[in-house]
């Protein structure tokens, strides 16, 4: 069983930034692929980023490209998401995932909501 906890969350304006964190427990971190989700009310809960354990490579939805930037630091424990550039359409509860690749089980964070205002 791996606890994910999400901070960073909060307000901003349109233009601005905000960073979030996911910290997780044990001490097999790097082995967890680790993700960020977001649902909106009323949306489906769509994939935002993720990154490798080594965090050598990452990936990301189309929407957020070239403004969000996942990164991992493993001797922390800890996945980051840097969101620039912000847009209204970016509010939404935050989710953090870690996949644990050798038993296909998911694991969430309890999620950190992010409001974006014009």
């Known amino acids: 069983q791996v606890q994910l906890v999400e901070s960073g969350g909060g307000s901003a304006q349109a233009g601005g930034s905000l960073s979030l964190s996911c910290a997780a427990s044990?001490?097999?971190?790097?082995?967890?692929?680790m993700g960020w989700f977001r649902q909106a009310p009323g949306k489906e809960r769509e994939f935002v980023a993720s990154?490798?354990?080594?965090?050598?490579?990452?990936y990301y939805a189309s929407s957020v490209k070239g403004r969000f930037t996942i990164s991992r630091d493993n001797a922390k424990n800890t996945v980051y998401l840097q969101m620039n550039s912000l847009k209204p359409e970016d509010t939404a509860v935050y989710l953090c995932?870690?996949?644990?690749?050798?038993?296909?089980?998911?694991?969430w964070g309890q999620g950190t909501q992010v409001t974006v205002s014009s």
């Open positions: 995932n870690a996949a644990e690749l050798w038993s296909a089980k998911n694991y």
């Open positions: 044990g001490r097999t971190f790097s082995t967890y692929a």
């Open positions: 990154i490798t354990g080594s965090g050598g490579r990452t």
